[in-house]
């Protein structure tokens, strides 16, 4: 044994005037009696008051000097040679991943031991060497910099969890070289089970140069597993919504499992099944509820079951309505093939063709489409003419236009519905003359408007005065531009677009709609916060999100979006002995270094506890004995 210290046991002559204090106290115990006569001991005590007595075997002088000796001896810091992974500037990542969350370990997880190895580190660390530690999730997280300090070292790491998704190992490698500058001996340790290694095959990674050596600490010991690994809707026009999912087994035996599939947060189906080892098994359904919002569904074990299922983080996932959110267009037309395929082709549309011949259908839409004809009684909602044939309550049709009359057309530039829509180049044989005083001109010629809009009885709606087939807008890049600037304006898009769902980390575009002024996100824990538009990135964990865009306290437009853990790298926990880092194989780390392991903190603490042993002695000390015992009353029976 050893001490970094060794000029703290100079400490040790305070035991001196320890003993000096006993020597020169005459250590007498104060006591209240009735009458000195029943306290003989005291009128017999003829011993001298001297200032100097003789040392006698004294209880709290032992705990007192030993107190002392066991807090020099932790002040020196003491501290035996002991093998260590690594030595000098060391960079340790942690796996936080989601592989990292399994229940196979020594510990309560995966993540629990591989911080318990982390301290083991720490502990065997030399006088000189320094620390720094990376938590590698979606994005690395440097917990301590470089720092010889232990105790802050043991801080960072306690304070580490885990997250729900996959690990960056290109980041965090960066992260770490960028510390080397100026080391000599340097070195990256890797605590990890393995999982979702760098793919070498990638020709996408650039690894930065190491400069030390890479050293690998493997975590975990089973492979069983079963998991959500596909979980999507699907609905075609006039077709019911269609469910598809996949549940893996990644153990080595058959596992049989309880699938379970929630709708709007009801049980709707509940299943078992068999998966063989190291398969998967797909699952269709065709029956759901064609207005359902949100699915869940899950994976269990039943209670005889022979397997185990060491990661819980996949077994469950979540599914939105991909019609949810959208815009129901419903075209009535003898046949213009231009305007369902433009419809068809825009995000968020959902585009429904309908029999001129049958007239308008009960189920209503978020907008209709007239092409070259009119039902008897016009619906109340949004509504786009084209090529009117008559007129109606709401505009008036007039002569009919012949000639190219696109020659010199003019657009609104200050109506922010055409801020891209050109008109330079398309060509028209003839248009209607309609005329409505409730609309504004958005487009027009010197013949007449070629596109009206405005809002008339809480409807918004637009006319284009010519036919489509008279024209060759809809060969032009124009065309889908027009229509994507009406149907935003007819009703504005979801303030996302997400029908498939995310994994965890992935980053959300949101759409900020027209007058929206603040966009909040409540999460699969029930908190809401404010988030900025654009991009939203904190989908660190897996569940179903609202984004809900407001205007004061109205709310103009909300969306739903899942995040699962569908990664094969994560759900394959079974543990690696050796890693892929580009073309690098990293195989498991022997202790070949040598390092000190301190154990002051335990001196400390026994001097802790022989200083409570100390105090409870001297307060029973301290206290009287009991002379008499109280008289008690006896009872005499006659």
Known sequence: MSFLTPLALIAGLLAIPILLLYMLRLRRREVTVSSTFLWQQILQDREANTPWQKLRRNLLLFLQLLILALLVLALARPFVIVPAVSAGQIAVLLDASASMNATDSTEETRFDEAKQQALDMVNTMNAGDLMTVIRVADQPEVLSPYTGDALALREAIQSAEPSHASADWNAALTLAAAGAAGAVDFNVVIISDGGGMLNPTD????????????????????????????????????????????????????????????????????????????????????????????????????SDATTTDYLADDNTAWAVNATSGGRRALVMTEGNLFIEQVLRSLPGVEAFRGDINRGLPIEPFDLYVFDGWLPATLPDADMLFINPPRSTGLFAVGAESTGNAALNPRVRRDDPRMTFVDFATVNILKFKQVTASWADALISVDGGALLLAGEQNSSQIAILTFDLRDSDLPLQITFPILMSALLDWFTPPSVINAPDGLNVGDTLPITVPPGAETVNVTYPDGTTRAVPGVAFTDTAAPGLYTVTALAGVETVSTGQFAVNVFDAGESRISPRDSIILGDTVITTTVEEEIGQREFWSWLALGALLVLLIEWIAYHRRMTAPTLFKPLTRRSVTA
């Open 203 to 302: 020709d996408s990674i650039q690894l930065p140069a190491i400069p030390g050596d890479l050293q690998y600490i493997p975590v975990g010991t089973a492979s069983s597993n079963v998991a959500v690994t596909a979980l999507a809707t699907r609905a075609l026009p006039g077709e019911a919504p269609q469910l598809f999912a996949q549940i893996t087994n990644y153990g080595g035996e058959d596992a049989r499992v309880i699938f379970n599939l929630r709708v709007d947060g009801t049980l709707y189906r509940a299943e078992e099944y068999t998966i063989p080892a190291n398969g998967s098994i797909p699952l269709g359904l065709n029956e759901l509820p064609e207005t359902f919002t949100t699915l869940q569904a899950g994976v269990t074990l039943p």
